[in-house]
């Protein structure tokens, strides 16, 4: 099973970010996706998630900045950070998760300077 994160990078505050995590080795349809965030120093905390059937849920610090979606055809999920702000800064990690199975990326690192 690989989890690819891509995307991250260093933008000023107020700009955007789409991060995308591809799978493989999975069946990516049945599988929840999830995207977590690490600041240096804090614990890993979650951001976003998308189930199968498309329902979405987000971190409050996020809402109205962050949108998660999901390509089913290309086994991909993605993350459209906008209005960046320097507290976003972090490693983000996506996740494929189901009962009894939780697979992680190998993560990407967001930077947004001030």
């Known amino acids: 099973v690989q989890l690819q994160a891509s995307g991250g990078g260093l933008v000023q505050a107020g700009g955007s970010l789409r991060l995308s995590c591809t799978v493989s080795?999975?069946?990516?349809?049945?599988?929840?996706m999830g995207w977590y965030r690490q600041a240096p120093g804090k614990q890993r905390e979650l951001v976003a998630t998308?189930?199968?059937?498309?329902?979405?849920n987000y971190v409050d610090s996020v809402k109205g900045r962050f949108t998660i979606s999901r390509d089913n055809a290309k086994n991909t999920a993605f993350l459209q950070m906008n209005s960046l702000k320097p507290e976003d800064t972090a490693v983000y990690y996506c996740?494929?998760?189901?009962?009894?199975?939780?697979?992680w990326g190998q993560g990407t690192q967001v930077t947004v300077s001030s």
């Open positions: 996740s494929a998760r189901r009962p009894g199975s939780n697979y």
């Open positions: 080795g999975i069946i990516f349809s049945f599988h929840q």
């Open positions: 998308i189930n199968t059937g498309g329902y979405t």
